[in-house]
């Protein structure tokens, strides 16, 4: 079965400074990967998602992330934070078949100092 | 431009009691899912449906019951609760297995 890991519970960050949160799966084909941002009290929004194709991925808010076949990583990144990008960050990851539905990462939470 | 509508939002139960939390999609997606979200612990999947007529278990499903009522519905029962199962639920759907999918804004749910 596949699964996400998420090595960092936390991570504070210096408003306008850079940004990478990291992903690591396992799965033993091309996985699909996705990275979702869950703001306080609120649902989980989709930040981007990588299918096939182009190994760097862009997605909304300014986000980036590259998918490593390599290193099974699909780390997320971000040139300069802003305050309101604190807020919990998950990785997650579908199998081809999918039958399962996601399997997710147990989130890393961004605190940003000002 | 719903997408995912779940309710309650919000809900105390007593051990023992029962509810169902009421999940609808307008996207006339194919799959439906749903998740609790513990703290430190991610989110993990309770059941899901791949199409509408079929459920599934998924990583946690004990404790659960899940209905398909037709493609626009899934709900979730809880027959009698206990305080291991307070969470915050999420619902979730997408066009079909292994595509993007959409996330309801969730419900919390304490059983004292």
């Known amino acids: 079965a596949q699964s996400v890991t998420q090595p960092d519970i936390h991570i504070t960050v210096s408003e306008g400074a850079s940004l990478e949160l990291r992903c690591n799966y396992s799965?033993?084909?091309?996985?699909?990967l996705f990275w979702y941002v869950q703001s306080p009290g609120q649902g989980l929004q989709l930040l981007l998602k990588y299918f096939s194709g182009d190994t760097l991925v862009q997605g909304i808010k300014g986000f980036e992330a590259e998918f490593k076949r390599s290193q099974s990583s699909f780390n997320l990144r971000k040139p300069s934070v802003h305050w309101s990008d604190a807020a919990e960050y998950f990785c997650a990851v579908v199998s081809g078949g999918g039958a399962d539905g996601l399997t997710f990462g147990k989130g890393t939470h961004l605190i940003i100092q000002p | 431009n719903a997408g995912v509508t779940q309710t309650p939002k919000f809900q105390v139960l007593k051990t023992g009691q029962s509810m169902t939390l009421q999940c609808a999609q307008d996207m006339n997606h194919n799959s439906m899912y749903w998740y609790r979200q513990d703290p430190g612990m991610g989110l993990r999947l309770i059941y899901y449906?791949?199409?509408?007529?079929?459920?599934d278990k998924g990583e946690v499903p004990n404790g659960y019951n899940v209905s398909r009522l037709n493609k626009r519905e899934f709900s979730l029962r809880l027959e009698s609760a206990a305080p291991s199962q307070t969470s915050v639920y999420f619902c979730?759907?997408?066009?079909?297995?292994?595509?993007?999918?959409?996330f309801g804004e969730g419900s919390w749910l304490t059983v004292v």
């Open positions: 449906s791949a199409s509408e007529g079929t459920t």
């Open positions: 799965y033993g084909a091309t996985p699909y």
């Open positions: 979730a759907s997408s066009s079909n297995i292994g595509n993007t999918i959409y």
